[in-house]
């Protein structure tokens, strides 16, 4: 059994993105993972301010929900991130949240500290765009989630990413349940994949 930190960063609770979210969980849960699943919005997370405290202490001088979330970030095997498209890549919320593991990269980078690189772990991002088209509009999001899953040291697994969600909505997709309920329970022992549907 693995610790799963499912990471939900989208305001509209119970829409698409955490549908989509669920549909993987529920794979991991019956494989027997064990599940801490947050909702952004609903932390006190302050913007970094670029004060670069974290690059000389290695910890982030604003203390707030993000201490909380710090210590399930070390305390996890394996990382789902989920967010809506807004303007081409993740959310405020979700940026606010990613821009806050700027002390990993001190850690890593400006201390030269040897921050969980003995463990394997792994992470997998999750996506939705209303936009019905099909190629394109993720493109800019990848960078920044292959920045994040390299700051806390984790394997960048893969991408499920489904457009046209204002025409369809994820409850709607019987098509891609199956699939989605696989990769929760595979998660542990995954292939890297890029999956646009």
Not at 121 to 148: K, N, W
Request: glycine share 8%; with cysteine; charged share 25%.
């Amino acid at each position: 059994m693995r610790k799963i930190l499912a990471l939900m960063g989208s305001s509209r609770i119970n829409k698409n993105t955490n549908i989509l979210l669920d549909l993987v969980l529920k794979g991991a849960e019956e494989k027997g993972h064990d599940i801490n699943k947050i909702y952004i919005s609903r932390e006190n997370i302050s913007p970094c301010t670029g004060c670069n405290y974290c690059g000389t202490k290695g910890e982030c001088i604003i203390k707030d929900d993000m201490v909380k979330i710090y210590d399930y970030i070390d305390n996890s095997d394996i990382f789902i991130l989920a967010s809506p498209l807004y303007f081409n890549t993740v959310n405020g919320i979700t940026k606010n949240l990613i821009d806050r593991c700027q002390k990993y990269w001190s850690i890593k980078y400006q201390l030269g500290k040897d921050y969980k690189r003995h463990f394997k772990r792994v992470g997998i991002f999750l996506a939705v765009g209303g936009a019905s088209y099909s190629q394109g509009h993720f493109q800019a999001i990848v960078p920044t989630i292959d920045l994040f899953f390299k700051a806390i040291n984790a394997e960048y697994k893969g991408n499920y990413l489904i457009s046209g969600t204002d025409d369809i909505p994820i409850w709607k997709r019987e098509d891609i349940k199956g699939e989605l309920y696989e990769i929760g329970y595979n998660i542990d022992n995954l292939n890297s994949f890029y999956i646009h549907r």
